[in-house]
């Protein structure tokens, strides 16, 4: 899928994304409970990059956890942009939120951040060059010992139980309320169009790309979690 498609996609279903992957939400809770002892040792006043940020989730937990940090919120699709946006505004912390739709590329290119959260973004980054490009974007744009943390579908591909864990991983994105066409077509995408790896290769992308050695701190299914200091 190219990145116009891809921003398309998701602008296109960005005003019931949260509705369509609530029963989800134990999952992506567990990554926000443990993002705050990721970024435990960052300022009071940090200032936080959102890459991908979607409808804003992860800056809604941070924001209630930090209440003097600040955040940019970046993302491709309008949609995710104005979702962000609007529960930013319902929060109570717009006020310490700045909005960018557009890729992290298109940012300026200083150090003017304490952190960064990636979350499911990378995967569809199909080849490992764009890959480690995409995470040297952001560590440009983090001051030193800068953290990232990240998350993205990860599993050997080429292993004998991939085929057992990609359908347990359907059927639980099936209990999540999506119905059997979904499935097959979600099944048929992460084939084509997402870069499932395994979980050590995503880490030495962002090694490549300047990191020191990521730390895995949370799977949950085919989704894994890792930080990254930038020395």
């Not at 059997?180 to 499932?196: H, P, S, T």
């Not at 992308?205 to 890792?226: C, D, K, S, T, Y």
Request: aromatic letters at 10%.
């Amino acid at each position: 899928m190219q990145q116009h498609e891809l921003d398309a996609f998701f602008d296109q279903h960005a005003a019931g994304y949260d509705t369509q992957w609530a029963r989800m939400a134990p999952i992506r809770e567990s990554l926000h409970f443990l993002l705050e002892t990721a970024f435990a040792d960052l300022p009071e006043d940090a200032r936080l990059l959102c890459v991908g940020a979607g409808t804003g989730a992860e800056i809604a937990h941070l924001a209630a956890r930090f209440p003097r940090w600040r955040f940019l919120a970046v993302d491709p699709a309008p949609g995710m942009i104005a979702a962000c946006r609007e529960r930013a505004e319902k929060g109570d912390f717009a006020d310490r939120c700045e909005f960018h739709c557009g890729l992290v590329e298109t940012l300026p290119a200083d150090a003017a951040f304490d952190g960064a959260t990636c979350f499911l973004v990378s995967q569809f980054l199909l080849g490992r060059a764009q890959r480690t490009a995409f995470f040297a974007a952001i560590r440009q744009r983090l001051r030193a010992g800068g953290i990232l943390a990240w998350a993205d579908l990860a599993w050997d591909t080429n292993a004998a139980d991939y085929p057992r864990m990609l359908g347990f991983w359907m059927r639980t994105m099936s209990g999540a309320g999506l119905d059997d066409e979904a499935i097959e077509r979600m099944r048929g995408n992460y084939a084509k169009d997402v870069a499932i790896l395994p979980p050590d290769e995503v880490a030495a992308l962002v090694a490549e790309a300047g990191f020191e050695a990521p730390l895995r701190f949370h799977q949950a299914g085919m989704i894994h979690g890792w930080c990254a200091r930038l020395g």
